[in-house]
């Protein structure tokens, strides 16, 4: 009798993402092993796995950014497939590239597509070679002669803005208001690219004044086939970090979101795309301009789960698996509204960080209420990793259900031991501009000054 061997799952990330990755995994009956920190050897979810292993000390280019430590690792626990997570080592091609010719898959594009998405000028060459808008500005990088960079500008008009193009995390970007100040302004971006990117490389485009944050969800298979599975709002940013998202945006057109739906699910299969992605937007006056596309899932995969009833996580790692898409485009409904809030360990007021012991949790429930964390009453916040400690995910019928139920939820919500942004969650998800919908990128900073 042949038996085939069960398939082993590695996780290289920690939190709550690996115990979502954890839960998926073991869903598709894979036995699932963790990677873990010094630092986080005693956090509870890793009883989760079927198996653990120390990859090194707390910090994290030693652990969770360290490529030779988690290959071995996974190695040693002859992992199958290593899903990365989001953060970390999921978008470099590097760890892409180590996985594959330790012959493991990873949950995830091909190295070579991720090289190719990471890099915004080309990700931009492609995405407009693929029919999908793009801000207007430079076709390409920037000469680095600040006498060939002013047509540029001016054609592109007045405001813009230079990124890198190696650029993330909100880094290196600089606005440019008069054509004055041009050459200087490229100068500094480009010094900040090499830096930050290890790549001068930079690009123009127009700056927006007051768009929104608009996503696009896609899955896409090995098999030539692709499909978007909604929209998310991610508006509520406070320096370039999310902190509220929802699916789907309030107030746009279907029609078009499906017609830019439908021309990134095109685009994933012209570039060869294989897994989860997101095409992030900026949208303003009626029109979406393509930004950039992160290769990974993201934090704010949820509120899609919440209304297609789709498991993402899963349906990513079958994608890795080799298995076809298990539906078409017509099969995917988009039912009622979902909304996340971020729940952070830090300030609500200064957002200084809030490392330390959770002394007591109460955590909400009730219909359609979900929380995403791996922490618990006794659990460690530790200083070196980001602050987010939970997800907080209300699905209503619609929105206003979907506000109420996510008013009700933070508000029921108890951390002690250490100090959250929930008490912020409970004046953003009453506040009437966001009760409205639409609001741009800049609301959130504008009320926290006390502007909007
Ligand atoms: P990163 O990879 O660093 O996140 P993005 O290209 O996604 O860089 O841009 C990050 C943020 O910068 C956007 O969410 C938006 O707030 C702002 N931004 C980027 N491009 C523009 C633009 N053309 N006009 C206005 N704001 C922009």
Not at 70 to 81: F, G, T, V, Y
Not at 313 to 331: R, S, Y
Request: net charge negative; aromatic share 6%; glycine share 10%.
């Amino acid at each position: 009798m042949t038996e085939t061997r069960q398939k082993t799952l590695f996780v290289a990330n920690r939190g709550e993402i690996a115990l979502r990755i954890i839960r998926a995994g073991r869903r598709l009956g894979l036995r699932v092993a963790c990677g873990f920190s010094e630092a986080d050897r005693d956090a509870s979810y890793l009883a989760a796995a079927d198996d653990a292993i120390c990859i090194g000390p707390a910090a994290a280019s030693k652990s969770y950014l360290n490529i030779a430590a988690i290959i071995s690792a996974a190695r040693l626990l002859k992992a199958d497939l290593i899903h990365p997570g989001y953060g970390f080592l999921s978008e470099k091609p590097e760890f892409a590239e180590a996985v594959e010719s330790a012959g493991m898959t990873l949950v995830g594009p091909s190295a070579d597509v991720m090289r190719r998405m990471g890099d915004k000028v080309e990700a931009k060459a492609a995405m407009l070679a693929a029919g999908v808008p793009c801000v207007p500005g430079s076709k390409g990088a920037l000469p680095a002669d600040p006498a060939g960079m002013r047509p540029i500008a001016e054609e592109t008009g007045f405001p813009v803005i230079l990124k890198a193009a190696g650029g993330g995390g909100g880094r290196g970007m600089r606005v440019v208001r008069r054509a004055e100040e041009l050459a200087e302004a490229a100068m500094l971006t480009r010094q900040e690219a090499e830096r930050f990117f290890g790549n001068a490389e930079i690009y123009l485009e127009k700056f927006l004044e007051r768009p929104r944050h608009v996503e696009i969800q896609i899955m896409a298979d090995a098999h030539g086939h692709a499909v978007w599975l909604g929209d998310r709002d991610c508006s509520m940013q406070r320096r370039h970090q999310k902190l509220i998202e929802e699916a789907p945006a309030p107030g746009i057109d279907r029609a078009l979101v499906a017609e830019i739906g439908a021309r990134c699910a095109r685009s994933c299969v012209d570039i060869g795309y294989v897994g989860a992605g997101t095409f992030e937007f900026l949208y303003e006056d009626g029109q979406f301009y393509f930004i950039e596309m992160n290769t990974r899932i993201q934090v704010e995969h949820p509120v899609t789960e919440m209304v297609t009833g789709l498991d993402i996580v899963a349906l990513q790692i079958e994608m890795a698996c080799g298995k076809p898409l298990p539906f078409v485009q017509d099969d995917i409904v988009s039912a009622g509204h979902a909304i996340e809030c971020r729940i952070n360990a830090e300030d609500p007021e200064t957002f200084a960080p809030s490392p330390g012991r959770v002394t007591a949790l109460h955590l909400p429930g009730g219909p359609g209420v979900r929380v995403d964390t791996h922490m618990n009453s006794g659990g460690a916040v530790s200083a070196h990793y980001d602050s987010m400690i939970a997800k907080v995910i209300a699905h209503g019928a619609d929105r206003t259900e979907a506000l109420a139920r996510a008013r009700a939820a933070v508000a029921e919500m108890r951390v002690e031991g250490i100090s959250t942004n929930l008490s912020l969650h409970r004046d953003l998800i009453a506040e009437p501009g966001f009760a409205a919908g639409g609001v741009s990128i800049h609301h959130l900073e504008r009320l926290l000054k006390g502007k909007a």
